[in-house]
Every structure is written in structure tokens, then in C-alpha cells.
């Protein structure tokens, strides 16, 4: 678990604990606010989490309150993908969304890993963490969706 204070003095607490997970929170955000996701069921959403190769999630430590989300799918040795990660909205501002994609590739297992993601609006916060737009080695597959 990594403490974060805010300039608020809103203590949050960041925590790749998968049991602490809420699942109501992050089907609530998903299935309503993600423009990249919506056609998933509540089921596929929580086999996602439940089979996924790494979770964080930022919390409220008043009131335990799951706050923000990210998840990862990996091999475990030289590849991750990130996915679904958000913060609630009347919680942006206090640089969650960082924190959450730091405690996930930086200073988690997968730092020295290869790391792909999806994005139409989130580009300025993942060039921070080294993301760029593929090369010519990258080929992608889109959705049948």
C-alpha cells in the first residue's frame, strides 16, 4: 500500500491488493463512462479483474472508497497491456491517474517489460511513462466489436 496526500489534505491510499478491489465501482465507471468498453457484460468485466495479471486501485482512506482503477493482462516475463484505467471524476485533480499508472509499470514487477495500451483522449499522461506511437515492428488486430 503507498500513502498520497493531496493539497486538499484528502488522504488516498494506492494498494495492488486484488482482494480490496470493489467491483461495483469499476463496473459502475465502465459500463457507464468509458467510451472503450461498453459493450461488455458485468460478468466480463469481473472475469477481466479476476484474471488479470496485475490491479491498482486508489482509494479514499476516510471512508475506504475504491477512487480509481487500472489493470494490466502480461505474460509475467516481457510483455504487459494496460487497460481500463480511470479515476472518478470528483476525485481528478490530485494526480491519481499518475500515481495509478506509476505504482503499475514504474514500481511494480512489469518495469523492465514491454507495455502496450489503447487510448483516444490520455496520450499527454502515458508519454510521461515512455508510451509513443508503435513503430514499424507493430502490427494490430482490431475488434470484431
Known amino acids: 500500500m503507498v500513502p498520497?496526500?493531496?493539497d486538499a489534505g484528502t488522504e488516498y491510499d494506492l494498494d495492488d491488493d486484488p482482494a480490496r478491489i470493489q467491483?461495483?465501482?469499476v463496473w459502475d465507471w465502465l459500463s457507464t463512462e468509458a467510451y472503450w468498453g461498453r459493450w461488455r457484460s458485468r460478468t466480463d468485466v469481473e472475469t477481466q479483474i479476476a484474471n488479470a495479471w496485475r490491479v491498482v486501485g486508489a482509494y479514499r482512506r476516510?471512508?475506504?472508497e475504491q477512487v480509481g482503477f487500472a489493470?494490466?493482462?502480461s505474460d509475467g516475463v516481457g510483455f504487459a497491456y494496460l487497460a481500463d484505467?480511470?479515476?472518478l471524476p470528483e476525485h481528478r485533480g490530485h494526480a491519481l491517474g499518475k500515481r495509478l499508472v506509476q505504482l503499475m509499470i514504474d514500481d511494480g514487477p512489469g518495469a523492465d517489460m514491454r507495455w502496450t495500451l489503447f487510448t483516444g483522449d490520455a496520450h499527454g499522461l502515458y508519454?510521461?511513462?515512455g508510451f509513443a506511437e508503435p513503430d514499424a515492428t507493430a502490427m494490430v488486430r482490431p475488434s470484431r466489436r
Open 127 to 129: 508519454r510521461q511513462f
Open 23 to 25: 467491483p461495483d465501482v
Open 62 to 64: 476516510d471512508t475506504g
Open 85 to 87: 484505467v480511470f479515476v
Open 71 to 73: 489493470r494490466a493482462v
Open 4 to 6: 498520497m496526500h493531496d
